[in-house]
Nanobody, 123 residues
Framework: QVQLVESGGGLVQTGDSLRLSCAAS????????MGWFRQAPGKEREFVAF????????YYADSVKGRFTISRDNAKNTVSLQMNSLKPEDTAVYYC????????????????WGQGTQVTVSS
């Protein structure tokens, strides 16, 4: 199995940028499709972005399309989420997740999760 650790969260202002990282260990990250999800207080966990094991396929939630970019470096076993033009509604705990076979946006179908990193965007 794979272990995931997120980093890079913090407190920023509206319009700022942040780059989140997810470090994978235990097995090569290239074996897994990866997703970023987020959960705001009192809300359900929601899909943010997806990247296939090879990195060739990506897609995004409509709410972040054009502002966020997901990428991966399989040589370093890392997946990143570049977040630009941040808005207060982006405030949430951000999680990375891994799945061997699933390539969709349903959080319940991902097998492995990190502990999350807090992103707070002030207005």
């Amino acid at each position: 199995q794979v272990q995931l650790v997120e980093s890079g969260g913090g407190l920023v202002q509206t319009g700022d940028s942040l780059r989140l990282s997810c470090a994978a260990s235990g097995r090569p990250s290239s074996l897994y499709n990866m997703g970023w999800f987020r959960q705001a207080p009192g809300k359900e966990r929601e899909f943010v972005a997806f990247i296939s094991g090879s990195g060739a396929g990506t897609y995004y939630a409509d709410s972040v399309k054009g502002r966020f970019t997901i990428s991966r470096d399989n040589a370093k076993n890392t997946v990143s989420l570049q977040m630009n033009s941040l808005k207060p509604e982006d405030t949430a705990v951000y999680y990375c997740a891994a799945s061997t076979y699933y390539s969709g946006s349903s959080y319940s179908r991902y097998d492995y999760w990190g502990q999350g990193t807090q992103v707070t965007v002030s207005s």
